[in-house]
C-alpha cells in the first residue's frame, strides 16, 4: 500500500496565517505539529515512511523536505503549476505505475481534522482488502453531516454493495459539489446524504483506465509521464506537459463520472478545515466559548477564535461571534459568519498587487 498525501493547496480562506509560501498545511493550526505532520504520522501504523508520497506545488516543495523524514527526499511529486486535483493525482498514478507496476493507493488531503486514527486506519485496512477482490472500484469516506456545509461535496447513499469484515461498503447514486445554502439543508434533512471526505483508496493502474474512458488527453499525458518518471527526460516532459492538462478536480473529471465509485461511512471525528468559522467549531462545540492560540485576556467575549503570539497580549471585551487573527505583518478580525468570505481579501490583494501579504 501506498499513501498519496495532498499537499499543494494555498488555502485562502485561512489567510492571513495561510501564505502563498507557507500556506495552512505548514501551519501548526491545532497542536505542535503541522497539519501536514498530524496526516503522514496519522498513517504510519499501516505504512513505513519511504510509502508516502507527498503532492505538492513548486513553491512548498522545500517545506515539505524540511518538515517530513529524509526517506520521502524522492517520493515528492511537485507540480510545475497548479492543474487542480485531477491532473496532480494523475501524474502521481504515473509514479506508482512506473515504480511498483500496481499498487493500492490511498489519498489523504493534508488539511483534514481527524480526532479519530484508529477509525481511520481501520476503514483504509479493510478498504484495501475489499480492493484486492473488486479492483475495478474506487472507495471513499462519506461522514454524515452535523452542520450545513456550501463549501463540501455532497453524496447520495445507494444500496449497500458489500461488506469487509463487518464494514459496510454501499454504492454512491448520486454527487453533489458544494451546493448553496438551501440546497445543502435540503440535502442535510433527508438524511440520505453524506459529506465527501476526498479521501479515495483505488488501484492505481485501474484509476489510469478510468482517466482512458473519462479524460483521454489527460491519460495520454499519463503515459508520457510513466515514460519520463525516473529518467533525464523526466523533467522536461513534466513541464511541457502538465501545464496543458484542464484545471478540474478530480471529483468532476472522474469520481462523478464512474459508476463504479463506493462509499464507506465513517465517523472518525473529521473536519476539512476550510476555513476559520470551521476550525474554530471543529475544535469548540460550544457557541459560548472561545478558542484562543495566542496571549490572551478577556471579559465577557463569547464564540472567538483568536491566534496570535505568545509574545504579543491581545485583549477582548464584550465580542461575540469574531475571528481575530494577528500576524507580523497582517491582522484579520472577521465575523465568524462571513469566514468563507475571506478568500476575496486575497483576491483583492492580488488585483491591487500587493504580493508582500499574500
Request: glycine share 6%; net charge positive.
Amino acid at each position: 500500500m501506498k499513501v498519496l498525501i495532498m499537499a499543494g493547496g494555498r488555502g485562502t480562506r485561512l489567510w492571513p496565517l495561510s501564505r502563498a509560501e507557507k500556506p495552512k498545511q505548514f501551519q501548526k493550526l491545532i497542536s505542535d505539529k503541522t497539519m501536514l505532520q498530524e496526516t503522514a504520522e496519522r498513517i504510519l501504523p499501516l505504512v513505513k515512511w519511504q510509502d508516502i508520497y507527498i503532492s505538492t506545488s513548486s513553491y512548498c516543495a522545500g517545506e515539505v523536505r524540511k518538515e517530513l523524514h529524509a526517506a520521502l527526499k524522492e517520493n515528492i511529486i511537485i507540480e510545475p503549476v497548479n492543474r487542480e486535483r485531477a491532473s496532480s493525482i494523475a501524474l502521481s498514478a504515473a509514479f506508482f505505475v512506473k515504480r511498483y507496476s500496481d499498487e493500492t493507493v490511498v489519498v489523504l488531503p493534508a488539511d483534514h481534522l481527524i480526532k479519530k486514527d484508529k477509525g481511520l486506519l481501520s476503514v483504509i485496512k479493510n478498504g484495501a482488502a475489499f480492493l484486492e477482490k473488486h479492483s475495478d472500484y474506487i472507495l471513499t469516506i462519506g461522514i454524515k453531516p452535523n452542520a450545513v456545509d456550501t463549501g463540501l461535496g455532497y453524496m447520495k447513499k445507494g444500496k449497500i454493495f458489500a461488506k469487509e469484515k463487518k464494514q459496510q461498503i454501499f454504492k454512491v447514486e448520486k454527487f453533489i459539489e458544494k451546493p448553496d445554502f438551501k440546497t445543502a439543508q435540503k440535502l442535510i434533512g433527508s438524511g440520505e446524504y453524506f459529506w465527501n471526505s476526498g479521501i479515495y483508496i483505488f488501484k492505481a493502474k485501474n484509476l489510469i483506465e478510468k482517466y482512458k474512458k473519462f479524460v483521454p488527453d489527460t491519460y495520454e499525458r499519463i503515459l508520457k509521464f510513466i515514460n519520463a518518471v525516473d529518467t533525464p527526460q523526466y523533467q522536461k516532459v513534466l513541464e511541457k506537459e502538465y501545464p496543458a492538462s484542464d484545471p478540474v478536480s478530480f471529483e468532476y473529471s472522474i469520481v462523478e463520472n464512474d459508476d463504479k465509485v463506493l462509499m464507506i461511512p465513517a465517523d472518525l471525528g473529521w473536519s476539512d478545515i476550510g476555513s476559520w468559522a470551521v476550525l474554530k467549531d471543529s475544535l469548540v462545540k460550544h457557541n459560548h466559548k472561545n478558542f484562543v492560540k495566542a496571549a490572551h485576556l478577556d471579559i465577557g467575549s463569547k464564540d472567538l477564535l483568536v491566534y496570535g503570539s505568545p509574545k504579543k497580549l491581545i485583549a477582548t471585551v464584550g465580542l461575540k461571534g469574531l475571528i481575530i487573527v494577528d500576524t507580523p505583518d497582517v491582522i484579520l478580525i472577521c465575523d465568524k459568519s462571513k469566514s468563507q468570505d475571506v478568500k476575496k481579501i486575497v483576491g483583492m490583494l492580488e488585483k491591487t498587487n500587493k504580493e508582500k501579504h499574500l
